[in-house]
């Protein structure tokens, strides 16, 4: 039988939520407190609190990538050692534990610290957005490599030609803040990407979505939940079909913007593909001057210009920037565990990682902020200077933008 470790200090728990946290300790020693109490038993080794205070650090040291790696830090890290009372985590502890301890269990930490996002956007050039006066959300999915004898994944062939196994990240990103708010993994049972985002949708929210969005019943839960959405249409064969009412006047601004053409419509659908109805819709379409080709843009919003129409597609590209972010800089490329709940844990944790990182210092992901929090981590930097040397390379940033512009009209 396994002998009980000691449960972590009050004091103890204090300082690891200060270290990871910051400003916001005091949420995360409490939710601590909270996981401590799940899935708790006598013959229990690895608690929750003490998973969740292991993937948080492993999030931030450049080392951790894969589960051999954090039990290797656990053994040669002072920090781990100190922040779970030297307890060193097996492999096999790890993977069990994020198989059996549930990941939702983790929701209430991420709605808390949601919760507490200022109201304002993060970014000035994303100001014009704010009219609106609602959360705007691009939605997307991205596939993360997992063993072939992992049967409930989505299949698909390689380049090879054997049969590989993938799960999908379904993410709703906040453009606003470039935060991710919702986050579920699907396989094989969820079905098409848009059946699967049908099911996480909100009301009074706007969906900013790609051409593989264009399905009826995706956008009939949209309206029917109280959502607006922009969706890019597909083009050639695959075309839906519209029907025009009227086409609405360009002003100078929408055709600064590189709007070509506004146009009232209706989706009527087929016999075989009831569309839309009646629901009065919209098509803009503008001009993108980096594939020298039209986009198409179906939506509901009707009374906003059209200019802000594209400006709002063009920001759905802000998922794919994050996930780029998650790959490359955050580096979650090698998935721990192999069960749908332990996928689910570890991608939960990075967005309590985000959020956290984003709380502290102010300041939208990306490779400096994610350096800092690693070297304060690290004990190497004093977290509460981080905000301060974000300010500093943000102004030097600034100057040198301002340097070139001048340099260029020159």
């Known amino acids: 039988m396994a002998a009980r470790v000691r449960q972590i200090s009050r004091r103890g728990l204090a300082a690891v939520s200060t270290q990871l946290a910051g400003s916001c300790s005091a949420v995360l020693q409490d939710h601590l407190a909270r996981l401590r109490r799940i899935g708790a038993h006598s013959n229990r080794v690895l608690h929750y609190d003490q998973l969740l205070t292991a993937h948080l650090i492993g999030f931030y040291d450049g080392v951790v990538r894969s589960l051999r790696t954090l039990d290797g830090r656990t053994v040669a890290s002072d920090q781990m050692r100190q922040a779970l009372d030297g307890l ?52 997307d999915g991205s596939y993360f490599r997992v063993p072939s004898d992992v049967l409930w994944a989505l299949a698909h062939r390689r380049a090879n030609g054997k049969i590989g196994r993938q799960v999908r990240l379904d993410l709703h990103l906040d453009v606003l803040e470039f935060l991710p708010v919702k986050a579920q993994v699907d396989g094989s ?170 709380l502290h210092t102010g300041q939208r992901p990306s490779v400096y902020t994610t350096m800092l929090m690693s070297t304060a981590a690290a004990g190497d930097l004093v977290l509460e200077k981080v905000p301060e040397v974000l300010e500093r390379i943000a102004r030097e940033r600034e100057q040198e933008r301002l340097r070139r512009a001048k340099k260029k009209k020159a």
Request: aromatic share 8%; charged share 25%.
């Open 88 to 139: 060193r985590l097996a492999r096999s502890t790890i993977g069990d534990a994020m198989a059996d301890l549930p990941a939702q269990a983790l929701l209430p930490l991420m709605q808390e610290l949601l919760a507490r996002l200022p109201a304002n956007c993060s970014h000035p050039d994303l100001a014009d957005l704010l009219v609106l006066k609602k959360r705007i959300c691009a939605i």
């Open 189 to 358: 049972d969820r079905g098409s990407e848009s059946a699967a985002f049908a099911g996480t949708l909100e009301a009074g929210v706007v969906y900013l979505a790609d051409r593989n969005f264009v399905d009826f019943d995706f956008l009939r839960a949209v309206l029917d939940i109280g959502s607006d959405f922009v969706v890019r249409l597909k083009s050639g064969e695959k075309a839906i079909k519209l029907l025009v009412q009227k086409t609405n006047e360009l002003t100078d601004r929408d055709k600064e913007a590189g709007v070509r053409q506004d146009q009232c419509v209706s989706v009527p659908g087929s016999r075989w593909a009831p569309g839309l109805g009646e629901t009065p819709l919209r098509v803009v379409s503008v001009f993108d001057p980096v594939k020298r080709e039209e986009v198409r843009l179906l939506t509901t919003l009707l009374d906003v210009p059209a200019e802000l129409i594209g400006q709002l597609y063009r920001h759905r590209w802000a998922i794919e920037l994050f996930f780029r972010w998650l790959k490359c800089v955050a580096k979650i490329k090698h998935l721990f565990s192999e069960s749908s709940n332990g996928i689910t844990m570890q991608f939960y944790t990075v967005i309590i990682a985000t959020l956290l990182m984003y």
